[in-house]
């Protein structure tokens, strides 16, 4: 099955937390990034908690290992499941990502290619795939790979074998969710669910991707 992963870009939390309840019975994740939560402050994440999802801290971490360390600490004591890394940062910074996660029993994952346009400027040349290959060897639990691009989807796929892929850029970026069910383990969806008249229903038209 691939899973449906919501990212809950929105500002205002009563719209953020209708949205969520909405769409909590056809998807297997929350995704939530800098928007919401410099909105709403790091602990409106328990509201969203008592929906029973795991919740996914996309703060594409990437500083020095300390500073990761401290906000990967930051991430789970504050309920999140699971902590988005970039891999840019290399081998100790990624590592302090993963370990602190996995310390503290959650997941993390590693950014190996971004899903817009101007990605390809610097994620190129081989930079993705070494990236995906660090992330298997410190260990993570998986990485982003782009929905808008499944060939590239396909080569990293190769590289980090059975471990998870989750894939954004669905709908509004232009990424084709029966194209890219196959090759990951979840898709992250976005524009397409909340910014729909009803996005219950929307996230709900994407339920045959579970299957």
Known sequence: MTGIILALDVTAPDRALRIAQECAPHIDGIK??????????????SCLGDLG????????????????RLIAEQVFSAGFNALICQGFTGEDAVTACVETSHAMGGTCMVVSEMSH???????????????AALAVSCGADG????ATRPDRVRVLRGIVGSRLIWSPGVGAQGGDARAIA????????????YE???????????DRIRR
């Open 32 to 45: 939530i990034g800098y928007p919401l939560v410099l909105s709403a402050g790091l602990p409106f994440v």
């Open 53 to 68: 999802l795991p919740l996914i801290a996309d703060f594409k971490v990437a500083d020095i290992p300390n500073t990761n």
């Open 117 to 131: 346009p101007g990605a390809v400027a610097f994620f190129g040349q081989g930079v993705a795939e070494r990236i």
């Open 143 to 146: 990485i982003i790979a782009p």
């Open 182 to 193: 196959h090759l990951v383990d979840a898709i992250i969806v976005g524009r397409q669910i």
């Open 196 to 206: 729909a008249e009803d996005p219950g229903f929307e996230a709900r038209s994407l």
